[in-house]
Structures are given as C-alpha cells and as structure tokens.
C-alpha cells in the first residue's frame, strides 16, 4: 500500500554524467557503414596505390613494394603477382577494356601487362630519366597511354610500337598524379609538387598546356568528376574543385583533414539503372587515418570513418560494392557491402544455381468473424490496422535506488560507497544534496564508513568530471569531521593522502598554464597568416 502511495520511482542518474556522441544516423550513412571491412596484412611495405578493373567482376590491382598484385574482388584472394619490377612499383592502371594493366616503376620503365594471365609481358616503355609515379590510359582510347615522372615530364605513347608520341614540358617539379577526362580521349589533367595542375590537349600543336590551375600546396591526386566538367585536386590538408569548363574557376574548398590528403576517387551510391545511379560522392583519404565521402552536389561532408594508419590510397568498385584502401604500413582495409534482398531475388537469380525458388504461402490475416482471432497469443503480430497497448517496463533498482526510496539517506551513502562506481556514488550525492542531507549523512559516519568517503575522495577528487562538485565537498568533510581525523591514524593517512593528490593537481595545473602561454601566441601568429 505503501508503495502505491509512493508513485513511480526512478534510478537516480549523475547530471555530470557527459553525453556520448552519437554516430550520425542518416540514411547515407547507414549505406557507408553496412560496407563489412576485411583486412589484407603482410603485404611488406606500404600500398602506393589502389585500381579497379572496368570489366566485371571488377577485380581491383594494388601495388606494394617491387610488385603488382591483383587480387579477386570476391573472395580477397591474391590471383596472381608481377614481380618483375627491379625497384618500387607505382600508379597500376586498367585499360578500359579491362584487358591490360600498365605500371610504372622507380626505374623510369613504363610496363604493360595482360591483365588475364602474369606470364604474357606485352611491352616497356622507355623514356622516362626519373621514376614513374603516373600511369593512365585514356577514357576511350586502347591503343595510348600518358604517364608523368619525377623528371617534370609527361609523355604520351603508342603502346603498339613502344613509341614516345609526345613530350609535354611545363611542369616544373615531380609529376606525382593525373586523370584521363571521361568527356574525351584527347585531354588529361597532370598534378605537380609545382603546386599546379595543367590540363592537355594532344590536339594543340603547340603541346601547351590548354590550362592551369595553383592549388597553393603541393599536388598529391587529381581526379575528374564523372561530368568531365569538374577538377578535383588534393594538396597539403585540402581538396579543391574547380570548374574547367569556366576556364579554370575554383568552386569550392574543403579541409576536412588534418595532415595530408594523399589520394582521391570517385564513387557512386546505388547499382547501375536505379534512381541512385547518378548520385555521385569524392572519396579522399589522409595521413590522418581518415576516409572523407564528399556530397559535391550539396558541397558537404556526409561521412567518415577512422582507420588505425595514415592513409595512402583508395579505389571503389563500379558496381557500388567494393571499396578498397592501401596504408603505409602494408595494411589493404576492403570493404565488401552486402548484396540486398532485391538483388538476389532479381530475375534469374535463381537459375544460376539450376534450382527455382519456392513461393512462401501468405499467412491469413485472422478477421473479428473468426473464433480463433480471440483466441490470440501474447506472441501474435499485430496487424495493420490494430491499437497497441504497451506495457511499460518495469524498473530494476539498485540498492541505494531501494534505500533513498525507503528515505534511509546515510544507509544508501554507504551502500553506494561499497560500490565500484563512481557516476553512481556521485549521483547519490547529488540527490541527497537536493534533498538537504547529505552534510548530515556525513555527520552520522562512523569511523569505518568516513573512511570509505575520505577513500572516495582522494581516488576521485581531481577527476574533471566530478571535481567542480567534489572539491567544495571534500572541504565541508574535513571541516565537519576535524575532530575525528585528529583521533584516528587510519583516517590521517587518508587526509595525508588525499593532500598530495590535490597538490599534484595544482602542479599539473600551472604546467598546463605555462604550455598554454607558450603556444597561445603562435597560434594567434599562425592564425594571421
């Protein structure tokens, strides 16, 4: 009866307890996380860079070391490794076919190989002084290939006869990245430790550059976004777009990373033919171990997620279900994303295994004319068009929960005191505070239990969370319970105890003070520049 006259009780909870940030929640990023993450270890050095195959299954190429390996994209499993590299492999490269993979090479030698078999070695191409960092093919084109070296050069080649077409001179550091234009076979960009990015023609007879662009750092990846009429280009912490089409105009700017941005690509959400086919996304990864997805239609970040190395390289899948990333450690972190229930159940699913699936009976939805529809279960599904009634659940109390119920204020101190959790003890403070009694609980201790707070105080004292809350009480306990301190051995060490922690504290204070008007005043220097 009692407890009916008592009304609904709650857990007492600490209102110094912090929020825990929440993972965002929206539908895109729900998508990027149902990508299962598997790790390839072992692969000795670190992963320069990431290539997916055009042509179904789409199997992706990584290189590492003096080395090429191309893996399955479905069962992550090495299919076979080139291995005739004398030095630091870089920048591997489908065709569009998906039928030759090139690569270039610290020794300045171009490679083609049959991207089907390791054994047939189509053709080097030789011209370069410097190592290779860049390789592509062109969009469209299967008979050409461009790549730039760190002797400033980018060159244009016929991979038939193993001829240097052109020279395109204009950059004047290392060329460490590029991208064919999906808008036409003829035009590529080029990105330089120059800090620019020049944009070719091979149908301009003067072999000039068509355009050119300062990002401000030096150039790490370029990329075209899908239209061909967008430049994405990575430098220092920052990815910039701009507008070819406007001759070279810059539309935004985002700098989102914290150390370099080593890589960019382009990725779609959705699979070929739906209504999010076309929904574009700028994936960019950092030395800072994070993997950035930019909404370059709404100019903003929509995910991120944190890996455990810096970053060096990254691909996606043109079915929307492989995301690959190299580290610099040796680490290739592969995302596989889940086939949905639409795509099994697709047209001819079914015949790939020679077997048909069998349709499942509908159950009957049971109607108020029926005698078994009262008759229901607790465990029956509602319908549609039914009314929940919930039951609320019921509450489980602690015991200092039970005693502040019962009004036994000090045995509930005491109780949470012999517990191993401090939110829960300060919590019980907080409510007898509320309730004007816990200077009179701390009063009433007998001399084991003002151990057990005195204990309580020291371990907890300098604690930010709770210290704002148990500095003023520590001072009111020693204060209040002067007297019995002076009497007892046991609790003089805990005072004694409880003085150097509070000390420390003060120390470590004025260093943090010292650090801060050391650093304040270059941070207000390099924030004017």
Not at 265 to 273: P, T, Y
Request: hydrophobic letters at 35%; glycine letters at 8%.
């Amino acid at each position: 009866m009692a407890d009916d006259q008592l009304g609904k009780t709650f857990p007492v909870k600490s209102r110094l307890k912090p929020t825990p940030k929440k993972p965002s929640s929206s539908l895109e990023s729900k998508y990027w996380r149902s990508f299962k993450t598997q790790q390839i270890p072992g692969l000795v050095s670190a992963i320069t860079s990431i290539d997916f195959s055009p042509d179904p299954p789409h199997d992706f190429a990584s290189t590492f070391s003096a080395s090429v390996t191309l893996y399955n994209s479905r069962t992550l499993e090495s299919k076979f490794k080139i291995t005739s590299f004398s030095d630091v492999a870089y920048s591997a490269t489908f065709r569009s076919d998906g039928k030759l993979l090139a690569a270039g090479g610290e020794s300045g030698i171009v490679q083609v190989f049959d991207a089907k078999s390791k054994s047939d070695l189509h053709r080097k191409l030789r011209g370069h002084t410097r190592p290779v960092r860049l390789v592509r093919y062109p969009r469209f084109d299967k008979l050409h290939l461009f790549s730039g070296g760190d002797d400033s050069l980018v060159k244009y080649w016929d991979v038939a006869s193993e001829t240097e077409l052109l020279s395109l001179q204009g950059h004047k550091d290392y060329v460490r990245s590029g991208f064919a234009s999906p808008a036409s076979s003829d035009m590529f960009a080029t990105g330089s430790y120059d800090h620019t990015v020049r944009v070719w023609d091979i149908r301009v007879s003067s072999l000039n550059s068509v355009m050119e662009v300062n990002h401000g750092k030096p150039v790490e990846d370029v990329v075209f976004l899908p239209s061909g009429g967008l430049l994405a280009t990575a430098g220092g912490n920052s990815v910039k777009i701009w507008d070819v089409m406007a001759g070279g105009k810059l539309v935004h700017t985002v700098e989102s990373h914290n150390k370099t941005v080593t890589s960019l690509c382009v990725g779609k959400i959705g699979r070929d033919g739906g209504e999010e086919s076309q929904k574009y996304r700028l994936f960019s990864v950092s030395l800072d171990g994070f993997l950035k997805v930019f909404d370059y239609s709404a100019l903003k970040i929509t995910h991120s997620m944190r890996y455990p190395a810096p970053l060096l390289s990254v691909g996606f899948s043109l079915d929307c279900s492989v995301r690959a990333i190299g580290t610099s450690n040796g680490i290739l972190f592969v995302g596989k994303r889940k086939k949905e229930q639409t795509e099994i159940d697709a047209p001819g699913a079914d015949k790939l295994f020679g077997i048909r699936s069998v349709e499942e009976p509908e159950n009957r939805v049971l109607k108020p004319t029926n005698f078994r529809y009262f008759h229901r279960g607790q465990f029956e599904k509602p319908s549609e068009g039914d009314y929940l009634v919930k039951r609320l659940p019921k509450v489980k109390l602690a015991e200092h929960d039970k005693l502040l119920r019962k009004f036994r204020h000090k045995e509930a101190l005491v109780s949470v005191l012999n517990g191993k959790n401090p939110q829960n003890v300060v919590a019980v403070m907080e409510e007898l505070v509320a309730r004007k009694k816990l200077l009179k609980c701390v009063s009433n201790l007998d001399m084991e239990e003002l151990g057990l707070l005195l204990g309580f105080l020291q371990r907890y004292v300098t604690m930010p969370r709770f210290s704002g809350f148990l500095m003023s009480l520590t001072k009111k306990v020693v204060e209040l319970r002067a007297e019995d301190v002076r009497t007892s051995d046991l609790l003089k060490d805990h005072v004694r105890n409880l003085k150097r922690s509070v000390e420390e504290e003060i120390r470590i204070q004025q260093s943090m003070q010292e650090i801060q008007g050391i650093v304040s005043p270059l941070m207000m220097i390099a924030g004017r520049r």
